[in-house]
T-cell receptor, first 116, second 113 residues
Framework: GAVVSQHPSWVICKSGTSVKIECRSLDFQATTMFWYRQFPKQSLMLMATSNEGSKATYEQGVEKDKFLINHASLTLSTLTVTSAHPEDSSFYIC????????????FGPGTRLTVL | AQSVTQLDSQVPVFEEAPVELRCNYSSSVSVYLFWYVQYPNQGLQLLLKYLSGSTLVKGINGFEAEFNKSQTSFHLRKPSVHISDTAEYFCAAYYNQGGKLIFGQGTELSVKP
């Protein structure tokens, strides 16, 4: 099956710093990648959708200058949380779909971000 | 609006008992349905999916689900649960219009000895 990895799996940073999270599709070409945020005991909230080589489409209420998304290749997307604050602490999950799996998303293991 | 509703936020059940986790979706001409399981501090693992064909779908770990178009439901079932099935379960729908995966609120399955 299709495998998606995320790095790092967890990160702790100081308030005001920026953090980059990587999402990679290991065995397929991901034409579209998705970034989700999940608060404790809650469902996944879609933050943005990115297509390879084009700008990400952000969901309503998500600050695009705060959460920078880059999808530079068919196997890599990055989410950068800029000037992180404690309220940005959350579980971030990426997913990917490709031409072969256009109606299905494969999820990464998630990244736990804690901002002190 | 497209939506997915999981009717139970928590389902406690004893080990070896049967379980059903309920999911309803908003009607659409074209919809694909999924059930995912999430263990603490982990990503989502696909249990099963309905894309087309037989309405009874079998997945991993002994789970199955039935697509019911008239009732717009996709309930997840397992005839005998184990302690290791304790986790959060998410129902999701992919609508061709919009191209997004819509998640339900999640159901916490708690299996007790």
């Amino acid at each position: 099956g299709a495998v998606v990895s995320q790095h790092p799996s967890w990160v702790i940073c100081k308030s005001g710093t920026s953090v980059k999270i990587e999402c990679r599709s290991l065995d397929f070409q991901a034409t579209t990648m998705f970034w989700y945020r999940q608060f404790p005991k809650q469902s996944l909230m879609l933050m943005a959708t990115s297509n390879e080589g084009s700008k990400a489409t952000y969901e309503q209420g998500v600050e695009k200058d705060k959460f920078l998304i880059n999808h530079a290749s068919l196997t890599l997307s990055t989410l950068t949380v800029t000037s992180a604050h404690p309220e940005d602490s959350s579980f971030y999950i990426c997913s990917a779909s490709g031409r072969t799996y256009y109606n299905e998303q494969f999820f990464g293991p998630g990244t736990r971000l804690t901002v002190l | 609006a497209q939506s997915v509703t999981q009717l139970d936020s928590q389902v406690p059940v004893f080990e070896e008992a049967p379980v059903e986790l309920r999911c309803n979706y908003s009607s659409s001409v074209s919809v694909y349905l999924f059930w995912y399981v999430q263990y603490p501090n982990q990503g989502l693992q696909l249990l099963l999916k309905y894309l087309s064909g037989s309405t009874l779908v079998k997945g991993i770990n002994g789970f199955e689900a039935e697509f019911n178009k008239s009732q717009t439901s996709f309930h997840l079932r397992k005839p005998s649960v184990h302690i290791s099935d304790t986790a959060e379960y998410f129902c999701a729908a992919y609508y061709n219009q919009g191209g997004k995966l819509i998640f339900g609120q999640g159901t916490e399955l708690s299996v007790k000895p």
